[in-house]
């Protein structure tokens, strides 16, 4: 049975960092393209940053250079390391493997 889980959110300032980390069981993740997506209040589930096997990254606009997203291999986990904080990064985060598995989702809250 596939399995992602996330873990690493919470409560941030503003400016602030967390990162997000996800661990997959049950699948060779490193044969999968792997991302985070979030989902706000009243919004649409959004990409925010995808990694293939190979390592290529992408990123939404309004995270790039803010975030960076890796992957370990050897141990079936990505991560999402997010810097300068901003409260309209509130959402809940999803891990998501081969545009078909998700995570729970972890809840990132940025506020003064």
């Known amino acids: 049975q596939v399995q992602l889980v996330e873990s690493g959110g919470g409560l941030a300032q503003p400016g602030g960092s967390l990162r997000l980390s996800c661990t997959a069981s049950?699948?060779?993740?490193?044969?999968?393209?792997m991302g985070w997506y979030r989902q706000a209040p009243g919004k649409q589930r959004e990409m925010v940053a995808t990694?293939?096997?190979?390592?290529?990254?992408t990123y939404e606009s309004s995270v790039k250079d803010r975030f960076i997203i890796s992957r370990d291999n050897n141990n079936d986990m990505i991560y999402l390391q997010m810097n300068s904080l901003k409260i309209e990064d509130t959402a809940v985060y999803y891990c998501?493997?081969?545009?078909?598995?998700w995570g729970q989702g972890t809840q990132v809250t940025v506020s003064s």
């Open positions: 998501n493997l081969g545009n078909t598995r």
């Open positions: 049950g699948i060779i993740s490193r044969l999968y393209t």
């Open positions: 990694i293939t096997p190979s390592g290529t990254t």
